[in-house]
């Protein structure tokens, strides 16, 4: 893999602890969705770092002082359908506010390009931080699709794209497309095989969080 500036691969003892337990093929569909929300909590604590902020005045019981505290509405949640959906509520722990749209791109199983099928956004998301999750980066159609769509068809200049498993083709074709894009990636994986699956991987995981096949 090539190395980019505006890519982020995670090593933390708690985020690895925890992909352990997600690779596990006898992780149970409960497991497997409380796991992915944790991870992404973790890595949404620092992927949004740079948050805007503004200062408040609150009243402690001894005396006032000055805060900073989040900006109203500055941020949106763009899972990308379905797997993506897995991983609001980690993001919703630390913003719970945050409107969340969706986005929907199936990808063809003899090409592997990505098709859009669905698109529902909150109002004025140009003006917000926009932060895509995508729990497998595989070939990167999907992100790459979806990031396209906020940009040109909605004006998104915020942009950050999140995801649990990457493959390295997945990063870079994100990365040498999307530049001004920020990926955060808890592990880079080793390839992938020749349906465009993530190896060592997990498994499908929009199957793996809602019990299907």
């Given at each position: 893999?090539?190395?980019?500036?505006?890519?982020?691969?995670?090593?933390?003892?708690?985020?690895?602890?925890?992909?352990?337990?997600?690779?596990?093929?006898?992780?149970?569909?409960?497991?497997?969705?409380?796991?992915?929300?944790?991870?992404?909590?973790?890595?949404?604590?620092?992927?949004?770092?740079?948050?805007?902020?503004?200062?408040?005045?609150?009243?402690?019981?001894?005396?006032?002082?000055?805060?900073?505290?989040?900006?109203?509405?500055?941020?949106?949640?763009?899972?990308?359908?379905?797997?993506?959906?897995?991983?609001?509520?980690?993001?919703?722990?630390?913003?719970?506010?945050?409107?969340?749209?969706?986005?929907?791109?199936?990808?063809?199983?003899?090409?592997?390009l990505p098709n859009?099928?669905?698109?529902?956004?909150?109002?004025?998301?140009?003006?917000?931080?926009?932060?895509?999750?995508?729990?497998?980066?595989?070939?990167?159609?999907?992100?790459?699709?979806?990031?396209?769509?906020?940009?040109?068809?909605?004006?998104?200049?915020?942009?950050?794209?999140?995801?649990?498993?990457?493959?390295?083709?997945?990063?870079?074709?994100?990365?040498?497309?999307?530049?001004?894009?920020?990926?955060?990636?808890?592990?880079?994986?080793?390839?992938?095989n020749e349906k465009?699956?993530?190896?060592?991987?997990?498994?499908?995981?929009?199957?793996?969080?809602?019990?299907?096949?």
């Open positions: 893999m090539q190395k980019f500036e505006n890519v982020t691969i995670f090593n933390h003892p708690l985020i690895s602890h925890k992909i352990a337990l997600l690779r596990d093929k006898n992780t149970d569909t409960k497991h497997f969705r409380e796991l992915v929300e944790e991870i992404t909590a973790l890595m949404a604590y620092e992927a949004l770092k740079d948050v805007p902020t503004k200062k408040i005045v609150v009243e402690t019981p001894l005396e006032s002082c000055s805060q900073n505290v989040v900006v109203d509405d500055s941020i949106a949640i763009v899972p990308i359908l379905r797997a993506g959906l897995g991983m609001v509520n980690g993001v919703h722990m630390l913003f719970p506010t945050a409107k969340v749209g969706h986005i929907g791109i199936y990808r063809d199983e003899e090409s592997l859009e099928y669905y698109c529902k956004l909150p109002e004025n998301i140009k003006d917000k931080i926009c932060i895509v999750l995508d729990p497998m980066l595989a070939t990167g159609g999907s992100a790459k699709a979806t990031i396209d769509i906020l940009k040109k068809k909605y004006g998104c200049k915020k942009i950050k794209l999140m995801s649990i498993i990457a493959a390295p083709e997945g990063v870079d074709a994100v990365a040498k497309d999307h530049k001004d894009v920020k990926i955060f990636v808890s592990a880079l994986d080793r390839q992938l465009g699956y993530i190896l060592p991987g997990l498994g499908d995981a929009g199957d793996r969080l809602f019990g299907t096949k």
